[in-house]
T-cell receptor, first 115, second 113 residues
Framework: DAMVIQNPRYQVTQFGKPVTLSCSQT?????MYWYQQKSSQAPKLLFH???????NEADTPDNFQSRRPNTSFCFLDIRSPGLGDAAMYLC??????????????FGPGTRLTVT | AQKVTQAQTEISVVEKEDVTLDCVYE???????LFWYKQPPSGELVFLIR??????QNEISGRYSWNFQKSTSSFNFTITASQVVDSAVYFC??????????FGSGTRLLVRP
């Protein structure tokens, strides 16, 4: 089945130790998104890629970076995780950015713990 | 500015009861899309429905139904004969010309046996 895959499902990292979260998709979608979702809150968009074009949200901290080496994979790098970065990180994809192409498909998420 | 309000933070019902989740949105655009997502305890956001602003027809899918009313800027979601498996957090979301998915704060639904 075509899907959005996130690895690992649970990640524990130490304060200040760089960590990378992975997302892959078999949907062949053009757009890939990263969201941060803290407990009991709505998902918050961090950035997205349309093909290789990177679009950062204005309020996304510099501590968060992303890479998309090819259509299928997208990575979220947290350079120096703080305790406040503990959250669920959701990856999503869509065919495009407009109209009927905008339906977003989400992965199962990676729950990040910072110790 | 765009905004989605889900006033119900948490709802608890007994199995087989009907339940309606409210969603009110704000946008200045005439073309926009509304969505509902389900987030079970496992964490994945599951797409339920998309509705565009030009289609005010109500939709029914099995036990789920959606009522879209532009006059009141509402897009409410009803689950008929609720089941324990319906327990989840449900998010309403809006996409307009900003090309971002703006989520409401979510409604946690607990269906008790």
């Amino acid at each position: 089945d075509a899907m959005v895959i996130q690895n690992p499902r649970y990640q524990v990292t130490q304060f200040g130790k760089p960590v990378t979260l992975s997302c892959s998709q078999t949907l062949n979608h053009n757009v890939m998104y990263w969201y941060q979702q803290k407990s009991s809150q709505a998902p918050k968009l961090l950035f997205h890629y349309y093909d290789k074009d990177f679009n950062n949200e204005a309020d996304t901290p510099d501590n968060f970076q992303s890479r998309r080496p090819n259509t299928s994979f997208c990575f979220l790098d947290i350079r120096s995780p703080g305790l406040g970065d503990a959250a669920m990180y959701l990856c999503a994809t869509s065919r495009g950015l407009t109209g009927s192409n905008y339906e977003q498909y989400f992965g199962p998420g990676t729950r990040l713990t910072v110790t | 500015a765009q905004k989605v309000t889900q006033a119900q933070t948490e709802i608890s019902v007994v199995e087989k009861e009907d339940v309606t989740l409210d969603c009110v949105y704000e946008t200045r655009d005439t073309t926009y899309y509304l969505f509902w997502y389900k987030q079970p305890p496992s964490g994945e956001l599951v797409f339920l429905i998309r509705r565009n602003s030009f289609d005010e027809q109500n939709e029914i899918s099995g036990r789920y139904s959606w009522n879209f009313q532009k006059s009141t800027s509402s897009f409410n979601f009803t689950i008929t004969a609720s089941q324990v498996v319906d327990s989840a957090v449900y998010f309403c979301a809006l996409m307009d010309s900003s090309y971002k998915l703006i989520f409401g704060s979510g409604t946690r639904l607990l269906v008790r046996p």
